[in-house]
Each structure stands twice: as structure tokens, then as C-alpha cells.
């Protein structure tokens, strides 16, 4: 909610103010999927798909895979490095890569359950045609040699791989047969991800490229230009102006677009001071600065696109011509005081216009909104589309990933359990449950049901091992509230879904909360996105309590009005509800005199106006929040279907109650 304070305009400066910024972010170079690497793919022959690299011509390039998206950082080059090559062979349109792994610890026991972070493994990303979105990129995995895929296509149909171990670590072989011819001169989207699983169960997702988000993000690939032996390649480099933009480094894309060969579309990234470098064939291109989303401090900037100029790439000719990236602001509607306190009949329609604007600057497709004031639903509205593929309308009946905000729903049931002396927020959980993983590591035993809510469990946010004794500092955790729930149903003998309908859904008399994959639900299911580019990634099968809960904005004000009602739980209760248990760093605080953290499954924070209490989600192709505010009888709900809806529901506090951050009528 950090963000740039100024007054609010009249509705007509501000609709005139947003037209600008649109016709300002609409005339673009499009976007290509990219992450800032490209490679070159030559003729090859005489392959056989079997992991032995022997057949492989000499000579060939290999690049490197150094980014550690996920997991621990590998130390050692030995116990996790790992290299391809690349070739193609016209007659049979077919492409071909080599992926070399060093790897001391092999982790294959199909006996196991089997998911990425689980088993040692590969993954393929793919988009043959280089749509100029990632909306057809598909991802094809294997991990302990059962197979997986997800996007564009539905079938492994063309597309082979084969592993085979040596002394040390594996080879991947793959086989990509396309049902087009490969032209020379072309580019594909393309990215590779080694996945490793140790021994002590840590793991690290190694890529070609730098980003590490879901498949719908247009960042996710790289180019894959298919080359010859008479394809003349050239070591440019260029710089951009940064005067006057973004105050903290940041690195910017430089697109490159063939004048005599369409298909032949590149896009590097420069370094933090504007520089770049890069090989690209011979030829004549426009190059430019395409639209990017950018980040400075705790604000998003627009970077608008430039007018590409001409490049002409020749052996005497590899210095690029300079170019000019142009900031544009995001929106910023902060009142002198937050539009909620006095209600009038323009009031909803600077709500619309907040939330429209705001998905236009940010391009977020679907929006679920919800406004409290005195124990009701003051004010509920959908907006956008469910999917940018399908462009299906989002209604009351479409359910968003709430995220995060499952722990805020689950810590209810928990309070609800502790209250009747079902389980002691305090003892020991391993006295009720022992988490086997955890045994090698005794002091987990200290571990309680409160350490989990309050976040000090000492668990990562997914998987073990322990990272610190349970009790001694803040970690947020999601693996701590999974452990957590299988104690309450060990307790109780029953399944967390009839445990959330006895002692949520029901006591609050809530709707639309769906935990789990059905038929159902995935008719009705938002999809997610990066950036403007669906997500495909599936319902989870099982209720996770700290993650799977699907609800909207109107149904879940039941829940927030509870809370502001104090309703389903003890006085007492509510009194510890409050409490702010972990202190978050004074950094983070929206006010730099009023502290917040982690409360009993809460986030609690201080502000001008009371006591809030409320949580955040965050699933990547999901940002959503809700806040409560005690001593005004307020609140919001938002869920965004969007990598880009956190500025839109991190705006709305200041919006709506806190205006420009002046006390309100509320005492502390």
C-alpha cells in the first residue's frame, strides 16, 4: 500500500488522465515470449534417441543452465551443473537437444509420490510458432520417468526423451518431430529446466533462463533460431538512455525485428546500467524497446514503447543505435480521506473507475470485488474476463484462487477446536502427529500448533529440512500449516473438508468455497495468468490449507463480516485474534509508527484507523487480499486472476478508508 500520495482528481480528470496512459501503453512492439537468451540450432544427423551422446557431432555449442529459480543455490559444480546442445534435421522436421547433467545424488524411486520438487527431472518448453503471447507454449516434464504436460497441447504426440545415467550424473536426450517444415532463418520459443532432488530432500530448479514463473509467463522462453552453416552471425552491442528513469537498476528488453525474414524475431535483455550485447545474424532489423511492466523501489512503472529504429547488422556495423525508453507512472487515486466514510451517489462510480483504470495500466484480466460497511456488503461488482484466451465474462459465480487467505480460513477451524479443548495451541505437535521427514532433526519436536499460525515453525515455506528452532523467529510457512492439518484430522479422525463444513462453512453460513479439484469447480474456475498469458496449472486434488481455497469477493464478505461481527469464536479469542504475535521489519510497514505481523493465522497491523486484520494471497497467477478494520465496522475484499492485481489490492486500504494517511476518525 506504499505508494506516491496525492489528492483525488475529479471522475472526468481522472477518465482523461487514464485515456492518455492507455494510448500511451497501445502502440507497441508485441511482446514476444522471452527471457533474454537466445540459441542456435544447426543441421544435424545420424541422431538416436537413447541418452548416449556419442553421435553427437563436435564442436557443436553448449549452453550453460545457471539459474537457480527455485530451491537451494548448488555450491558445488559437481553436485548440480548442467549444459545442452541443440541441432535440427529438415528432411524430417525434427529437433534434437542434449542435456548433460552432473549430479552426485540421483533421485528416481517411482514407488514415491512423484511431482517436480519430489524427483530428479526435466522440463521442455515449447512454442514452435513464437506466438507473439505464451499463451501457446506447452510444458513437457519428466521426473522419476513418469510424464507430465501442461498448456497449448494435450499429447506427447512427436515428442520423445530418453535418460541415461553415467558416472556422473544424466543425460537427457530429446526428439521434437513438428508437423511444419523447419525453415532456416526462424525463431521458436524455447526453454529447458533441470529439476534435483537430494538426498536431504532439498531441491533446485535449474533453467536456461532467468525467470521462474509459471508457464503463462511471456518471459518464461527463450529464442531458439534455426541456423546453417552459411548464416553469418555478428557480436553486437548498444546501450539505452536511462536519464530521468527508474531510480533503482533494472534490466530492460531490446527487441529485434528481421526487415527481410518475418519469423526472425530476438529479444536480449540489457544489464542494470542500460548496456547490452548479444550474436544475431547478419541483416537488416527495427530495433526497439517493446511494453514492459517494470518495478522500482515498491512501485510499478509503465516502460512505454519507443519508435523502433533501423539496424543494420553488417561486419563492419555491430554497434546498435541508442535508444530511449519512456517511464510512464502508475495510477494513483489516494483521497485526503478514504471515499468510504461518506458514502454519496458518485461513491461506486469511482470505485469502477479505480478498479478499470488500474486493470488497464496493469492489464489484469478479471477482478472479484466486495466492500463492508456496518456488517454488510456494501457494494459487490465482477469485472473483466475469466480468461484472456476465451475472453469469457467474469460473474458471481466464478471462483478465484484465494491463496494465502486458505491459512486465515483454516486458523479459524484451529481456534474454533483449540476453544473446546480438542487441541492445545501449545503443546508439542509431534505428540499428536510426528512428521517422519522431520524425525532426523529433533528439535522440530518443540514445534506447536501456535509457532505454525504465528509463522515461527521453523519450516521453509514448502518442503524440510528445519531451517531454524521452532519458536525463535519469524519464517513464513506453508509447509507448517500442511503439518498442521494433518494433526487436526488425526485428532479429530476426520477429513479436513467435513472439518472446514463443521466448523466453518456451516457455523458462518458461507457459500462458495471449494478446496479441491471437481468438475464442478473447473467450470467455474477463474484461470490464472502472468501478465496478460493464462496459466495452466492445475486445480490441486487434495485440500491444502495453505493454498487451494477457490471463492469470490461477495461470498467470502461473509466470512470478513464474521470476523468484524466477532461471531463463531469466544471473546477471548477475538482479543488474541489481535494480537500481533511476530513482528514483520519496520521496513514493511505501511506506517512507519504502527507496527504489523503475523497474528493467530492474521495478519495484524496497526493503523490511523484501528486495528486490521486481514491476509494476502499470492499464487503467482493469483493476488488477491481482505482486510477488516474493527473500530470503523469496515472492510474490502478483492481477488484478481492476475501476476499484476498485488498494486491494484495493495491501493485499495489507502483508497477506500486510509486516504492520505492522516489519522481517521478511529482512536489507536
Not at 540 to 562: L, N, Q, V
Amino acid at each position: 500500500m506504499k505508494n506516491c500520495e496525492t489528492s483525488l482528481l475529479p471522475l472526468d480528470k481522472l477518465a482523461i488522465c487514464s485515456l492518455i496512459i492507455l494510448l500511451q501503453v497501445s502502440m507497441t512492439i508485441p511482446l514476444i515470449a522471452h527471457n533474454g537468451a537466445i540459441a542456435y540450432a544447426y543441421p544435424i544427423e545420424g541422431i538416436s534417441v537413447d541418452g548416449d551422446f556419442s553421435d553427437w557431432p563436435q564442436g557443436l555449442k553448449r549452453y550453460s543452465m545457471e539459474f537457480v529459480g527455485v530451491g537451494v543455490n548448488a555450491t558445488n559444480p559437481e553436485d548440480l551443473s548442467a549444459n545442452f546442445r541443440i541441432g535440427f534435421q529438415k528432411h524430417t522436421s525434427t529437433i534434437f537437444i542434449a542435456i548433460e547433467i552432473k549430479d552426485q545424488s540421483i533421485m528416481l524411486d517411482t514407488s514415491k509420490y512423484v511431482n517436480w520438487n519430489t524427483h530428479d527431472g526435466v522440463e521442455l518448453y515449447l512454442d514452435p510458432n513464437h506466438q507473439e503471447t505464451a499463451a501457446s507454449i506447452t510444458q513437457y516434464s519428466e521426473y522419476a520417468m513418469k510424464r507430465f504436460i501442461f498448456g497449448d497441447r494435450d499429447s506427447w504426440q512427436g515428442i520423445d526423451v530418453k535418460m541415461q545415467l553415467t558416472h556422473s550424473g544424466r543425460n537427457y536426450e530429446w526428439s521434437i518431430q513438428l508437423d511444419r517444415e523447419l525453415t532456416t532463418g526462424t525463431t521458436m520459443a524455447l526453454d529447458l529446466s533441470v529439476v534435483d532432488m537430494d538426498d536431504d530432500e532439498s531441491y533446485t530448479w535449474l533453467s536456461w533462463g532467468r525467470f521462474s514463473q509459471k508457464l503463462g509467463d511471456a518471459k518464461r522462453c527463450g529464442d531458439l533460431v534455426l541456423a546453417d552453416s552459411g548464416m553469418e552471425l555478428v557480436d553486437i552491442s548498444g546501450s539505452l538512455d536511462l536519464d530521468n528513469i527508474l531510480s533503482s537498476p533494472t534490466e530492460f528488453p531490446v527487441s529485434f525485428k528481421s526487415y527481410s525474414n518475418p519469423n526472425l524475431k530476438l529479444q536480449i535483455l540489457s544489464d542494470s546500467t542500460g548496456h547490452y550485447q548479444t550474436t544475431i545474424p547478419m541483416g537488416r532489423y527495427q530495433v526497439g524497446i517493446p511494453e514492459e511492466l517494470m518495478m522500482s523501489g515498491d512501485e510499478f512503472y509503465q516502460i512505454a514503447p519507443n519508435q523502433p529504429v533501423d539496424f543494420l547488422v553488417s561486419a563492419v556495423s555491430a554497434k546498435a543505435p541508442t535508444l530511449k525508453p519512456v517511464q510512464i507512472a502508475g495510477p494513483d487515486f489516494t483521497p485526503e480521506t478514504g471515499i468510504l466514510h461518506d458514502i454519496d451517489d458518485n461513491t461506486f462510480n469511482l470505485v469502477d473507475h479505480y478498479v478499470t483504470t488500474y486493470q488497464k495500466f496493469y492489464s489484469i484480466p478479471g477482478v472479484s470485488l466486495a466492500l463492508i460497511k456496518d456488517g454488510k456488503i456494501l457494494y459487490a461488482k465482477t469485472y473483466g474476463v475469466k480468461s484472456t484466451k476465451t475472453d469469457e465474462p467474469v460473474t458471481e459465480e466464478t471462483l478465484f484462487e484465494a491463496a494465502s487467505i486458505t491459512k486465515a480460513v483454516f486458523a479459524f477451524l484451529v481456534l474454533r477446536l483449540e476453544e473446546r479443548g480438542i487441541i492445545d495451541l501449545d503443546r508439542p505437535l509431534y505428540q499428536y502427529l510426528p512428521f517422519e521427514a522431520l524425525e532426523v532433526t529433533p528439535e522440530y519436536k518443540k514445534m506447536t500448533a501456535r509457532h505454525v499460525l504465528i509463522h515461527q515453525s521453523g519450516l521453509p515455506n514448502w518442503g524440510v529440512p528445519l531451517e531454524r528452532a521452532p519458536g525463535t523467529a519469524y519464517g513464513y510457512s506453508g509447509e507448517g500449516f500442511e503439518y498442521l492439518k494433518r494433526v487436526v484430522c488425526k485428532i479429530t479422525g476426520k477429513g479436513i473438508e467435513q472439518l472446514l463444513d463443521e466448523e466453518v462453512i456451516g457455523p458462518l453460513n458461507l457459500y462458495h468455497l471449494e478446496f479441491k479439484d471437481s468438475e464442478s469447480l473447473r467450470k467455474v474456475a477463474a484461470i490464472g495468468h502472468q501478465g496478460t498469458n493464462p496459466t495452466y496449472w492445475p486445480i490441486p486434488g487434495e485440500p491444502g490449507m495453505a493454498h487451494s481455497m477457490h471463492t469470490e469477493a461477495k461470498a467470502f464478505s461473509r466470512f470478513a463480516i464474521a470476523l468484524l461481527e466477532k461471531k463463531g469464536l469466544q471473546p477471548e479469542t477475538y482479543r488474541d485474534l489481535a494480537v500481533i504475535y511476530t513482528l514483520s521489519p519496520s521496513e514493511y510497514w505501511d506506517y512507519p509508527d504502527y507496527p504489523e505481523g503475523a497474528g493467530l493465522g492474521m495478519h495484524v497491523r496497526e493503523s490511523p484507523n484501528g486495528v486490521v486484520l486481514g491476509h494476502g494471497g499470492n499464487n503467482g497467477d493469483f493476488k488477491c487480499l481482505f482486510e477488516v478494520y474493527q473500530d470503523l465496522d469496515m472492510g474490502y475484499v478483492v481477488f484478481t486472476n492476475s501476476s499484476r492485481g498485488d498494486q491494484l489490492a495493495g491501493d485499495l486500504a489507502k483508497f477506500l478508508v486510509e486516504g492520505n494517511g492522516n489519522p481517521g476518525t478511529a482512536e489507536r
